[in-house]
């Protein structure tokens, strides 16, 4: 009965290691047809999406943008370059459709001088995306929706390439162009431009100072105080956003609040700035533990 008993378990034993062997296999099989991660999956494995990409590799399409705005004087058109790799659900990114490098023209029809504009992540909506891709693409900014980063909306109310508003309180529009899918947390990112004629030569000046650099979904707008909150780091411990006054184009920063680690805990650090002969200074106000 020993015996048996012996057999019995050394038949389990075997059957246990034959059972890893072929797991095993299984595994490098499948690690072997799928390496490379998720944009090199088979292709009958990938969304039909994917499989009915129609444009070829650095294939352009002209694009033409009216803005049906009677405080925009100028026109707009691009040159555009969709992009595979930067588009919706290729990598699986917050974006709402195709998205590709372009060349933005904006033109004064009075004086004939134009400004050029390049930006890496340029939206042009499906809706408007004609059949033949030697059609130029036609874009009435009315007739899609009219994003504001005043009032800040989730990604879906923000399909259009671009739009015009007065981000920075002095009255006039600047021209700000969307970078979707790449600011924090999967949002999209902004590119704030100026517009207006110097002499008889047309300038795009791009705002490359906080809190218009880097402008992004998760800034606040207080329109009545003329600040804008800039959201500038996020983490568990690791959160930092400042408080800007804009007045006249010019922004000057009011207070920040910043989250960090000492030796008790997680903290939340508010500092406010005064102005001194030498400048801003840097002063906290509160350190307070948070649970």
């Known amino acids: 009965m020993k015996r048996i008993l012996r057999v019995i378990k050394k038949i389990v034993v ?3 290691y034959i059972i890893l062997a072929v797991t095993a296999v299984v595994v490098v099989i499948i690690l072997s047809e799928y390496k490379g991660g998720e944009n090199d999956l088979p292709e009958k494995l990938l969304s039909s999406e994917m499989q009915k990409w129609p444009y070829k590799s650095n294939e352009s399409l002209k694009v033409s943008i009216h803005s049906n705005n009677k405080l925009w004087p100028y026109e707009i058109t691009a040159q555009w370059w969709p992009e595979r790799e930067k588009s919706l659900p290729y990598q699986g990114m917050n974006i709402p459709g195709v998205v590709g490098r372009a060349t933005i023209l904006i033109s004064d029809p009075i004086s004939g001088s134009s400004s050029t504009i390049t930006t890496q992540f340029f939206h042009v909506p499906d809706i408007v995306l004609t059949p033949s891709n030697l059609v130029p693409v036609e874009i009435t900014l009315k007739n899609l929706p009219h994003p504001s980063l005043k009032a800040s909306e989730d990604n879906i109310s923000w399909g259009t390439p671009l739009f015009l508003e007065d981000v920075d309180f002095d009255g006039d529009l600047e021209l700000v162009i969307i970078n979707h899918g790449k600011g924090q947390r999967g949002t ?10 110097v002499g008889n030569k047309l300038v795009a000046t791009v705002k490359n100072k906080r809190p218009f650099k880097g402008m992004n979904l998760l800034d606040t707008f207080d329109v009545d105080k003329k600040t804008i909150t800039s959201y500038l780091s996020g983490g568990a411990c690791s959160s930092s956003w400042k408080t800007y006054l804009v007045s006249e184009s010019k922004s000057t920063p009011l207070q920040s609040v910043e989250y960090g680690y000492d030796d008790s805990g997680c903290f939340k650090y508010t500092y406010k700035y005064n102005k001194t002969d030498m400048g801003l200074s840097k002063v906290l106000l509160e350190k307070e533990l948070v649970e």
């Open 188 to 197: 999209h990112e902004f590119e704030v431009f100026d517009i207006g004629l």
């Open 14 to 16: 075997w059957l246990g």
